[in-house]
């Protein structure tokens, strides 16, 4: 359902709805936002300044500003006083270079299939011959000593527009902890230079992530400046995107797809930026998403039948799945993930000495508050019927944590399992935990990118966010085997808009579990 301000004013006044159905942020979070409204609201005086506002010139280099005075002063008496955009918006406009033939762009990494490896990935204009297709890297600042030769493939199936030429190299015989340099060859020529920390992957490590989903070039602005800031100040092991990426990557002709993926270079270059698919990739058979991105475990492109993968980090075993399986033409990829599934989670339960954590990622929720018709807001949603149940297969075998997007909002459920809430809390949770983070901001709607929870709220929903403006991203902490931080922050005040700990002291496989309700001030 799509819902304007002006609509929730009427709302409001009409008396359909009360300020508690819209869950605005606690008060103590926006004293920054209330006290800059009120200081525009000064006495008219003559030449006084007021009402200043932006809008677009006819250059990526521009910004044109208006404002507004109580009387019309003399134009010769009037200026602009501006200083250089900020570095995250330098390192972006430096991304967009004139598209040449064999000029390396788009620079990402991705995770490998081991801790001492890297994969860098990045586009051309027009496809080169393999051979001439290099990475070059080293240990240190500007050391470029080791080269290794990168496969190339040619995206042109829904891309008639964009850049054809997708390239993937593997970085060998990395130092974990260590910062690396390295740069890209495509032909004679060269990309900039970047560096990356490799992550520490010790199962004894802490380790702290990125996550988010459903970000656009556009309706995502405020959260990439913040991701910028977040990926130079090393804190964290990689970044997660829990699907929808660019709004889309096909759009314009697949021109839409490499602005967003130039957009990201400034985080990507630095991080390891792992992925799920959502229902924005569709088109193409996935065409975009499985070229963009690579997988550990898994060849490139990334084929059909395995988009799905795990990874470990620190004390994490991370699963990433696929919920377009359940809602796209072949069933027999839902089938074959779930065998996949069923035997990772095997594994990762074998393993739970020395990586107690079970996190898993997919874009569609299973549950969810928002007032549309999408499968979430459903009794049983497709991902929990049978027999291929995510959620009881989830359960049964100790997963601590589903995070999901899709929904353009933000919602933290209690522990629960097949709709009942086992917990009142997140200490030694008898179920996982469901997590919506699709706000980081998307392109639909005009930008305001919100999917509207109204009405009374489920039991099993602790917290919900869905206007529009406050889009953001978590800062997920794994501090060590039996406790795990989830920040979320505000992308337009960096302010936290939710924070939890969950701890849990017994990781591994569930029983079933008996209804547990307990009573909750709301």
């Not at 932006?54 to 002063?73: G, I, P």
């Not at 492109?301 to 699963?319: A, D, E, K, N, Q």
Request: aromatic residues 12%.
């Amino acid at each position: 359902m799509d819902i304007t301000i002006a609509t929730l004013l009427l709302l409001l006044l009409c008396g359909f709805i009360s300020t508690k159905d819209v869950l605005l942020p606690n008060i103590k979070h926006l004293p920054e936002a209330a006290d800059e409204i009120i200081s525009e609201f000064k006495p008219t005086i003559g030449s006084l300044p007021e009402q200043v506002h932006l809008s677009l010139s006819d250059d990526a280099y521009s910004m044109v500003v208006l404002w507004s005075t109580a009387e019309e002063q003399e134009e010769e008496n009037s200026y602009v006083h501006y200083k250089h955009l900020p570095e995250a918006a330098d390192e972006i406009i430096s991304e967009f270079k004139p598209t040449i033939g064999s000029l390396p762009e788009q620079v990402h990494l991705s995770l490998s299939d081991d801790a001492y490896s890297m994969v860098v990935l990045w586009s051309t204009a027009e496809e080169q011959e393999e051979e001439n297709s290099y990475v070059h890297y080293g240990v240190g600042e500007d050391n470029f000593t080791l080269t290794v030769d990168a496969q190339s493939e040619d995206l042109s199936n829904g891309n008639p527009l964009g850049c054809k030429g997708v390239y993937r190299g593997v970085m060998k015989d990395l130092v974990p902890g260590q910062m690396h340099s390295y740069r890209v060859q495509t032909g004679r020529h060269f990309s900039r230079k970047y560096s990356f920390k490799c992550p520490d992957s010790e199962a004894n490590q802490s380790a702290s992530f990125l996550v988010y989903g459903d970000l656009g070039i556009l309706g995502g602005g405020y959260t990439l400046a913040r991701l910028i800031t977040e990926a130079k100040s090393q804190k964290y092991s990689a970044v997660i995107h829990v699907g929808d990426f660019a709004y889309d990557f096909h759009s314009n002709g697949g021109r839409r797809g490499d602005d967003f993926m130039r957009s990201l270079v400034p985080v990507a270059s630095r991080l390891p930026y792992m992925h799920s698919v959502g229902n924005h990739e569709i088109p193409f058979a996935f065409m975009h998403y499985r070229f963009r991105f690579s997988s550990p475990g898994t060849p490139w492109p990334i084929p059909l039948y395995r988009m799905w993968y795990s990874f470990h980090m620190g004390l994490v075993h991370f699963i990433s799945y696929s919920t377009e399986v359940y809602y796209t033409y072949n069933q027999m990829y839902v089938s074959a993930q779930y065998k996949w599934l069923t035997e990772e989670l095997q594994e990762a339960n074998r393993n739970r000495d020395t990586r107690p954590w079970v996190i898993v990622f997919g874009h569609r929720p299973m549950y969810c508050s928002n007032f549309n018709n999408d499968d979430c807001t459903k009794n049983r949603s497709q991902l929990r019927m049978e027999p291929h149940n995510l959620e009881r297969l989830f359960h049964q075998q100790g997963v601590d944590l589903i995070i999901q997007a899709h929904e353009h909002s933000y919602e933290r459920l209690y522990p629960l399992f097949d709709g009942v809430q086992t917990d009142c809390s997140y200490v030694n949770p008898k179920a996982a935990i469901h997590i919506i983070a699709g706000s980081a901001g998307c392109n639909e709607r005009e930008m305001l990118c919100a999917d509207v929870i109204l009405g009374k709220p489920h039991h099993w929903s602790a917290k919900r966010s869905w206007l529009p403006g406050l889009n953001g991203y978590a800062r997920l902490n794994v501090m060590n085997s039996t406790h795990l931080n989830w920040q979320q922050v505000m992308s337009i005040t960096d302010q936290p808009l939710d924070q939890f700990y969950i701890v849990q002291e017994h990781h591994g496989p569930r029983q079933e579990v008996v209804e547990r309700r307990c009573k909750q001030q709301r």
